[in-house]
């Protein structure tokens, strides 16, 4: 009598025999829909997981969320199967899910072409229709070893050998396998909505060192309505590329001559920059904020003291040789605001001290790595340091809070998620500070959030080991979340350079210190910026708020009295003088996205007047210039995100 094991899957009770895989035992069970996962215990199962005890189980649809990330995964077995059915030398490397979709990466001597990409999607498709299960199976290392060796797949080999325990997960599906944990699809007819995005160059293990591999992107989603949106916010995201608009509106560059991950600011993106600073520096002055100074380089024994060349050495750049002894690129601006701190002796009256500075700073990043503005090896952090008395904490807390908010607002940016990181409470060790420090750090965060009635996820394990901290994360006009504020406690620093202030019991204390980045990086700001709003600035941002076209060469004196003018008023103006039609010239002014253009002829020079155009919302008729400028002036005073003229 064979053993039956009781499971009870949402309000059904049933029975199987042991060892009977759930999608068998689920059969029937179902009807109308056929789920893709099971969930046991917080834990994702595969369908073709054998019952072996008791279990209660819940079912995951294609449509939960949960089911996302295992679509992915899944659907990268399908692009790697379909590869090898077409060019059955190449070598398979990994395939992941991310954040929105999914890779392989392959070792081939022939590079992948547009039309390898459409021929491997097409198998995909014809592998998914063939609904073909997907068979897990446990193997001993070496039998996983020797299965993969037969099939020509020396890259597995490696990982089963470096990562593999003695007992190893291989996934079938027909003639392929793969080295996976899972879990997955339990058939491949779940994966009829694919596509493949993209092809680049990648590292085996990430070793810049190592073999050349060649990485497919791709998107898969349940449904054809749900990838067609996906691929539409694709496009919509590639006409927002800041990488393309900043040689579109001749904002910025990169040069191989000079090297990659360092930003040239061309005159217009100068411009935009020199406004965001000037706005920056203001708000800190009314603020309570000093702003700071500080050097490029410093010696090692400052960044020996810091911890950085203990734990960040990586992303510093080499040492230079200055009079015998090494300097290191500054990483980071706190060491020299400590300095400054420690020039001399501090009293409690001294305290709040609100420090900032837009300091440059370098970080080696791989060349894999880099993205345009977004991630650069040198860059200008809006860093500020906040160092009080323990009772002033909540206080300054709460006031880098709302002015962090105020600050984003100002550029459009007024729906924001927060992350509270605090520490893994199973493993204390790892973080430095006691107790104590630890939970009136914390409670001095919450407090600041839940004053505000701010809510927040809370990140258990997310606190970098000096603290915890509070991060920003601004939602731009397509839905996408940057990580821009963060607002961290620091327990580290202020003990590895011996920081005390004089309290009023005469004895030295130890003061609190926070480290504020409020924009991140002006460089990784601005090309947020740009994407937001697809180059098109709001006119208290845009590096051109006006532009000034004569119909003809007869009205170029007026046009250049008018825009002395608008200079004199404090705007950012031009004159087109060239000699294209006046209808040329606005088809030209509109690539550019001036917000507001002005076309003077014969009339307007008589007038004292001019006709004008707003950019993408097109004719507003004659207007008086006295009125104009009074206008454009509010709009710039009160930074206004839209144009009402």
Same mark, same amino acid.
């Given at each position: 009598m064979s053993e039956r094991i009781k499971i009870k899957v949402e309000d059904s009770v049933f029975s199987a025999e042991k060892g009977t895989p759930l999608v068998k035992a689920l059969s029937g069970r179902t009807p109308g829909r056929k789920p893709m996962l099971a969930k046991s215990g917080g834990r994702l199962l595969d369908l073709s997981f054998p019952v072996e005890a008791d279990m209660e189980v819940s079912l995951v649809y294609p449509?939960?969320?949960?089911?996302?990330?295992?679509?992915?995964?899944?659907?990268?077995?399908?692009?790697?199967?379909?590869?090898?059915?077409?060019?059955?030398?190449?070598?398979?490397?990994?395939?992941?899910?991310?954040?929105?979709?999914?890779?392989?990466?392959?070792?081939?001597?022939?590079?992948?072409?547009?039309?390898?990409?459409?021929?491997?999607?097409?198998?995909?498709?014809?592998?998914?229709s063939e609904n073909i299960p997907l068979r897990r199976r446990v193997l001993d290392r070496e039998d996983a070893v020797r299965l993969f060796r037969e099939k020509g797949q020396d890259l597995k080999v490696e990982l089963i050998r470096e990562k593999g325990d003695s007992r190893v997960?291989?996934?079938?599906?027909?003639?392929?396998?793969?080295?996976?944990?899972?879990?997955?699809?339990?058939?491949?007819?779940?994966?009829?909505?694919?596509?493949?995005?993209?092809?680049?160059?990648?590292?085996?293990?990430?070793?810049?060192?190592g073999r050349q591999l060649q990485r497919i992107y791709g998107a898969v989603f349940a449904t054809k309505k749900e990838l067609d949106d996906h691929l539409a916010f694709l496009e919509e995201a590639k006409k927002r590329d800041h990488r393309r608009l900043g040689i579109e509106l001749d904002l910025y560059s990169t040069s191989e001559e000079l090297g990659g991950g360092l930003i040239l600011w061309h005159p217009k993106g100068a411009r935009v920059r020199a406004v965001i600073e000037k706005y920056w520096h203001e708000r800190h002055w009314e603020g309570g904020y000093d702003v700071l100074y500080t050097p490029h380089i410093g010696r090692e024994v400052l960044w020996q003291t810091s911890g950085h060349l203990g734990f960040y050495k990586d992303s510093m750049y080499s040492p230079m040789d200055i009079d015998g002894q090494n300097y290191y690129l500054k990483p980071m601006n706190c060491p020299f605001h400590i300095q400054i701190y420690k020039s001399r002796l501090r009293s409690y009256r001294d305290l709040p001290l609100r420090w900032a500075e837009l300091g440059t700073v370098y970080r080696y990043e791989r060349?894999?790595?880099?993205?345009?503005?977004? &991630?650069?090896?040198?860059?200008?952090?809006?860093?500020?340091?906040?160092?009080?008395?323990?009772?002033?904490?909540?206080?300054?807390?709460?006031?880098?809070?709302?002015?962090?908010?105020?600050?984003?607002?100002?550029?459009?940016?007024?729906?924001?998620?927060?992350?509270?990181?605090?520490?893994?409470?199973?493993?204390?060790?790892?973080?430095?500070?006691?107790?104590?420090?630890?939970?009136?750090?914390?409670?001095?965060?919450?407090?600041?959030?839940?004053?505000?009635?701010?809510?927040?996820? &809370?990140?258990?394990?997310?606190? %970098?080991?000096?603290?915890?901290?509070?991060?920003?994360?601004?939602?731009?006009?397509?839905?996408?979340?940057?990580?821009?504020?963060?607002?961290?406690?620091?327990?580290?620093?202020?003990? &590895?350079?011996?920081?005390?202030?004089?309290?009023?019991?005469?004895?030295?204390?130890?003061?609190?210190?926070?480290?504020?980045?409020?924009?991140?990086?002006?460089?990784?700001?601005?090309?947020?910026?740009?994407?937001?709003?697809?180059?098109?600035?709001? %006119?208290?941002?845009?590096?051109?708020?006006?532009?000034?076209?004569?119909?003809?060469?007869?009205?170029?004196?007026?046009?250049?009295?008018?825009?002395?003018?608008?200079?004199?008023?404090?705007?950012?103006?031009?004159?087109?003088?060239?000699?294209?039609? %006046?209808n040329r010239k606005i088809r030209e002014a509109e690539?550019?996205?001036?917000?507001?253009?002005?076309? %003077?002829?014969?009339?307007?020079?008589?007038?004292?007047?001019?006709?004008?155009?707003?950019?993408?919302?097109g004719d507003k008729g004659e207007v008086q210039v006295a009125g104009f400028l009074e206008k454009v002036g509010e709009l710039v005073k009160n930074k206004s995100l839209v144009v009402n003229l």
């Open positions: 449509d939960s969320p949960e089911a996302l990330d295992v679509l992915r995964h899944s659907a990268s077995h399908l692009l790697a199967h379909a590869v090898l059915d077409l060019y059955p030398e190449t070598k398979t490397g990994i395939g992941p899910a991310v954040e929105n979709g999914y890779y392989y990466d392959f070792l081939r001597e022939t590079p992948f072409t547009p039309e390898d990409l459409e021929a491997i999607e097409k198998r995909m498709k014809e592998i998914a997960t291989v996934y079938e599906q027909g003639s392929f396998a793969d080295f996976c944990l899972g879990p997955h699809v339990p058939f491949t007819g779940f994966l009829k909505h694919v596509k493949l995005l993209s092809v680049s160059g990648a590292y085996w293990k990430g070793d810049e060192k060349s894999g790595t880099l993205h345009g503005l977004l &991630r650069v090896r040198g860059f200008t952090q809006d860093d500020a340091h906040i160092i009080c008395t323990p009772d002033q904490i909540e206080a300054e807390i709460l006031r880098v809070l709302d002015f962090s908010i105020s600050i984003l607002a100002a550029f459009g940016f007024t729906d924001n998620k927060i992350e509270l990181s605090v520490r893994d409470p199973g493993n204390p060790a790892k973080y430095c500070g006691t107790d104590d420090l630890w939970c009136r750090a914390e409670a001095s965060l919450v407090k600041a959030l839940e004053a505000r009635g701010l809510a927040y996820e &809370r990140m258990e394990g997310e606190a %970098v080991f000096y603290g915890p901290k509070i991060d920003i994360k601004i939602k731009d006009a397509l839905g996408r979340l940057w990580q821009c504020t963060t607002i961290q406690f620091d327990f580290n620093m202020s003990e &590895r350079f011996g920081m005390t202030f004089i309290a009023e019991d005469g004895k030295e204390h130890r003061p609190f210190m926070v480290h504020r980045a409020l924009l991140g990086s002006l460089e990784r700001f601005f090309g947020i910026l740009v994407e937001h709003y697809k180059g098109s600035f709001p %006119v208290w941002l845009a590096p051109v708020q006006v532009i000034v076209l004569p119909i003809a060469d007869r009205h170029d004196a007026y046009a250049l009295e008018l825009d002395a003018k608008l200079r004199a008023a404090g705007l950012r103006t031009q004159v087109d003088l060239s000699r294209e039609k %006046v690539v550019q996205k001036v917000p507001l253009i002005l076309i %003077v002829g014969d009339r307007e020079a008589a007038n004292g007047t001019a006709s004008l155009r707003v950019h993408s919302a």
